[in-house]
């Protein structure tokens, strides 16, 4: 039985495709600053566009686009708390808004403590995620295969191990 | 082919390919016919970096990249959708010089 193992060789060039689809998402944020799904569909198209490229560049793809959906339902909350204030405020304005007075009040009653130390945490936790990707595509552009935890293993199942790109010999 | 001929073509058009490629390339060229050269040197390669460069500035956003390789379909939904509402032209940021690539390939692959 033959137990030797042959390892595939991955290209300086590879490594750089896989790069960029962290670095990719990062800047995607500006264009989705307000909308925070944007990321994840950026990532998503990359991975598309590269879906025929080698497994290393798919991996990470995939990767990026598990990092980006961890974020989605997090601030998705906070999209429909801040909206639910909004509305709600500009219902009771329409309803009270012809007695003269000034109606700031029913937006600033909306805002309490466990919003503002929600909006807090998720801040937070976007701009960890954003350095982390940062820093994960650094290290994946100097050849590092970052595993990100939970996320790789799921990666792992998830990508498929078929060689698609059959010019890479 | 000659080892000489497919050491020109690899100076010359190597740069049009991805980097990974290019050994594929060279095998396959080694490996064909001596009457397909005069085809394979007519063939003409687009270059990524000029393609970057339109991408980048303001034609990029409407398609034009991509009707400049080739890609008439997704030139026509860019443009119409004005570069994806912005989202696609960053993609096409860090993909439109693999992609150009890939149609060099495609087209280089017919003869070989």
């Known amino acids: ?169 | 082919m000659d080892t000489q001929k497919v050491d020109l073509f690899m100076m010359i058009n190597g740069k049009y390919f991805k980097a990974e490629h290019l050994n594929y390339i060279r095998e396959k060229l080694l490996n064909i016919d001596e009457t397909k050269w005069n085809r394979i040197m007519a063939l003409d390669f687009k270059d990524p970096n000029s393609i970057m460069l339109v991408s980048l500035i303001g034609p990029g956003a409407l398609g034009v990249d991509r009707f400049l390789i080739g890609e008439t379909g997704t030139g026509v939904a860019k443009l119409l959708t004005c570069g994806g509402f912005g989202i696609w032209t960053i993609i096409d940021w860090f993909i439109i010089m693999d992609l150009t690539r890939d149609k060099n390939m495609e087209k280089l692959q017919a003869y070989l």
């Open chain 1, 1 to 169: 039985m033959n137990n030797q193992k042959t390892y595939k060789v991955i290209h300086q060039n590879e490594y750089e495709q896989a790069a960029n689809s962290y670095l990719m998402t990062v800047v995607g944020v500006i264009a989705g600053l307000p909308l925070p799904i944007i990321n994840l569909i950026a990532s998503f198209c990359y991975y598309l566009a590269k879906r025929k490229s080698s497994y290393f560049v798919r991996w990470h793809s995939i990767q990026a686009i598990l990092a980006q959906l961890i974020l989605i339902p997090f601030n998705s909350i906070a999209w429909a708390w801040t909206l639910g204030i909004i509305l709600k405020s500009i219902g009771l304005i329409a309803e009270y808004g012809n007695d003269g007075r000034h109606h700031i009040w029913p937006l600033l009653e909306g805002i309490t403590v466990p919003y503002l130390f929600y909006m807090l945490f998720i801040v937070l936790f976007n701009i960890f995620e954003f350095f982390a990707v940062i820093y994960t595509s650094i290290k994946v552009k100097k050849g590092e295969n970052v595993r990100w935890f939970l996320i790789a293993g799921i990666t792992d199942r998830l990508c498929s191990k078929e060689k698609r790109d059959i010019y890479n010999i």
